[in-house]
């Protein structure tokens, strides 16, 4: 059985933590071919980001176009994306609809604080995503507002979802609500609070990339069902 293809822009992570190698690994924890489309190198491990490379845009660009015109990708999520001009790059494939079942983790800040893109080119892609994953930080600097409380994180839902995207879920491990995590999902104007035991761990880097690896993945197994679900064709019985 071929298994589906998802596709991977973001960068990579020469720790194997975070971004591309991530990505990759979480795709076939879950039964996915990884295909992988680089924004950036990094210089990174476990404790920091050291330095960034971003790529040309016309490098992202070829990358992107090998993929595509190679391989049945079924969803696509972005991590990194560099630069305005990559982000932009970008959003044109994915306005083109050359990027099925986008999922956006807007990738702003390392764990560390190292800064690693810029709000005006997350917000390229917002308008075309299927679901966008932002953590709380994320979502305080795009929004420009506080997110630091699960009510805040709430209004920081609403607000990116009437920006574009079809389903928001903003990640709440900065925030301790009484022992708890609790993420929350906005879609179809509907918000949903996901709880969860809080666990104290400091063992949490590439958690967003794998995170939104994982919705990626299971979106295309969501392709697969509604296909599979479609009923047979009625026939004649023969005479």
């Known amino acids: 059985m071929t298994p589906p293809v998802v596709l991977t822009i973001a960068g990579s992570d020469s720790g194997g933590g975070a971004g591309i190698q ?67 790059a970008i959003a044109e494939a ?54 630091t409380t699960v009510e805040e994180m709430v209004a920081a839902a609403e607000a990116l979802a009437a920006g574009g995207p079809a389903h928001v879920v903003v990640t709440g491990g900065d925030v301790d609500a009484g022992g708890e995590s609790v993420d929350v999902l906005h879609g179809a104007g509907v918000t949903t609070l996901l709880r969860g035991n809080r666990v104290a761990t400091r063992h949490n880097h590439g958690t967003g990339c794998s995170f939104s690896a994982a919705i990626a993945s299971g979106s295309r197994r969501a392709i697969r069902c509604r296909r599979r679900s479609r009923p047979p064709r009625s026939t004649s019985p023969a005479r």
């Open 22 to 88: 991530a990505d990759l690994k979480v795709f076939a924890a879950l039964g996915a071919y990884g295909t992988s489309v680089i924004t950036a190198v990094t210089a990174q491990n476990t404790r920091g980001v050291d330095a960034v490379l971003p790529l040309p845009p016309r490098t992202v660009t070829e990358q992107l176009d090998a993929v595509l015109g190679d391989f049945g990708v079924l969803a696509v999520k972005t991590g990194m994306l560099g630069t305005p001009a990559v982000a932009d």
């Open 94 to 147: 994915a306005k083109e609809g050359r990027l099925p079942n986008l999922v956006v983790d807007p990738v702003l800040v390392a764990t560390n604080g190292h800064r690693l893109g810029v709000v005006d080119a997350v917000q390229r892609l917002l308008p075309y995503a299927t679901v966008a994953t932002p953590n709380c930080a994320e979502a305080a600097a795009i929004t420009g507002r506080p997110v």
